[in-house]
């Protein structure tokens, strides 16, 4: 089992950054691949960013490239996701999590463990 605990969400106003955290333990997770996804109100969940433990990322959706950044600490298996020049539509609950097995990692049923999510909202 993985146990994923996401935090650094907040409520921000347009323009602002946050940081989110995912924090994993239990299994031994080094050779897995981690993603980030978010679901606004009423809306599917959306692949942001992903990140091999080894570093290499994945590309992100022209929505949030050039202001998100995705990043990992081996040490503290932690992985992180820097959110610059926040905007209204990327209100969201943001959640981290696992993949196991092969696959396309922009398919959320392709990930076998998941966080609780944290809430991101930006007002204007």
């Known amino acids: 089992q993985v146990q994923l605990i996401e935090s650094g969400g907040g409520l921000v106003q347009a323009g602002a950054s946050l940081r989110l955290s995912c924090a994993a333990s239990g299994r031994a997770i080094s050779s897995y691949f981690m993603g980030w996804f978010r679901q606004a109100p009423g809306k599917e969940r959306e692949f942001v960013v992903g990140i091999s433990w080894s570093g290499d990322s994945t590309s992100l959706p022209n929505s949030v490239k050039g202001r998100f950044t995705i990043s990992s600490d081996n040490a503290k298996r932690t992985v992180y996701l820097q959110m610059n020049s926040l905007k209204r539509e990327d209100t969201a609950v943001y959640y981290c999590?696992?993949?196991?097995?092969?696959?396309?990692?922009?398919?959320?049923?392709?990930?076998?463990?998941w966080g609780q999510g944290t809430q991101v909202t930006v007002s204007s």
């Open positions: 999590a696992v993949q196991t097995s092969s696959g396309s990692c922009w398919y959320a049923p392709n990930y076998d463990y």
